[in-house]
């Protein structure tokens, strides 16, 4: 897989990300089983827990365009240095829509990325109750 174009749009997405409070600017994109792409940026609140993730902000894009869809791959970029994991909550969300082989790309630039797998980020999933 070609993961430049995924990470092109994550990091387009990180600019429009809203961020007054910590300035803190994240881009995700998400290929889902239909090959189409989504992106989304994080979204803060006055009310700090009203924030919405850029990861959570992609995936309920698609999921609301496409309904329920296999995610086979997400890059995700940010202002930081170094790379920028999923938080706990994003992580779960993600794992409700994982393809059994998503791939999670963790992107400095499009040349400078790493592939991890759910069960590296998230091996002890929270799935049925
Ligand atoms: N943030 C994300 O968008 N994704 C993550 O996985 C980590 C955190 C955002 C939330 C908040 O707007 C800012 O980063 C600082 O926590």
Do not use: W
Not at 84 to 91: F, Q
């Amino acid at each position: 897989m070609d993961y430049s174009i995924l990470i092109r749009k994550a990091m387009e997405y990180k600019e429009r990300a809203y961020v007054p409070y910590s300035h803190f600017r994240v881009g995700a994109a998400i290929l889902t089983e239909n090959d189409s792409i989504f992106g989304g940026c994080n979204i803060e609140n006055v009310s700090f827990g009203a924030t919405n993730c850029a990861e959570r902000t992609a995936i309920f894009k698609a999921v609301s365009e496409e309904g329920k869809t296999d995610i086979k791959a997400i890059a995700i970029v940010s202002d930081e240095d170094g790379y920028t994991y999923p938080c706990g909550i994003c992580r779960q969300v993600i794992s409700e829509f994982a393809a059994e082989d998503i791939k999670i790309i963790l992107a400095k630039s499009e040349e400078e990325y790493i592939v991890k797998e759910m069960k590296d980020i998230f091996p002890e999933p929270f799935d049925k109750f």
